[in-house]
């Protein structure tokens, strides 16, 4: 089984990848993000912790957390996004290896690629093979987080300098894919990385 690490900033165009190593390679995805919803939710196990750091406010009228209320909170404090952190990476953690464990045992062949914008620094990184750090130009960044979520400039700042810096996530990558170009370039750095073969037999057309 070959595991594969998929990080970078916001707006960084991570979902492009993991639509090409999924659709063109078979991949079996895990987001983290989906991972620390799941755990958000009224039986998940960071919910209760969470509510009782960020108080009952942040509790929609159906009992499940606000995620929009709960960023606007975090995204404004360097403080309370660390007592986040706190409370959900632990639980994070533990899911994703639980996960990995569970399709090494469906298919010992599997490719999985494990997708987080904090990546770096989790304790399920250890279990990979490579980490691919994604880099786009930030005035790009800027541009598709403004179309496709309609954020404004500042919110676009502020969730950029919570993340780590580029020269950081380009410390601990083992490879670099460069997505500031059209899709067919990033394809190609892909197919340099990955190689024909690894694609799946529906890909590769048998």
């Known amino acids: 089984m070959k595991i594969i690490g998929i990080t970078g900033g916001v707006g960084s165009g991570k979902s492009e990848i ?18 620390a919803h799941k755990l958000m939710e009224p039986d998940g196990i960071s919910y209760k912790g969470i509510v009782k750091a960020f108080g009952k406010g942040i509790v929609k009228a ?9 960023g606007s909170i975090v995204f404004c404090s360097e403080r309370k996004l660390k007592i986040l952190n706190e409370i959900t990476h632990k639980n994070v953690d533990v899911e994703i290896m639980r996960q990995i464990e569970e399709i090494r045992k469906e298919d010992p062949n599997a490719l999985v690629v494990c997708e ?9 990184e250890s279990l990979f093979d490579q980490l691919w750090y994604i880099y786009t130009k930030e005035e790009i960044r800027f541009r598709r987080l403004k ?4 954020y404004s400039d500042r919110k676009i700042r502020q969730m950029m300098e919570s993340q780590k810096t580029e020269e950081e996530f380009k410390a ?14 990033t394809r190609r750095q892909i197919r340099e990385i990955l190689g024909d073969a690894a694609q799946s037999p529906a890909a590769s057309g048998f």
């Open 62 to 70: 159906d009992g499940f957390i606000d995620r929009e209320v709960l």
């Open 116 to 124: 987080a914008a904090l990546l770096v620094g989790a304790q399920y």
């Open 172 to 185: 601990a990558a083992t490879h670099v894919i460069d997505n500031s170009g059209d899709l067919e370039e």
């Open 18 to 35: 993991l639509n090409i190593v999924e659709n063109e390679y078979g991949a079996r995805i895990i987001i983290a993000d989906l991972v």
């Open 147 to 150: 179309a496709s979520r309609g």
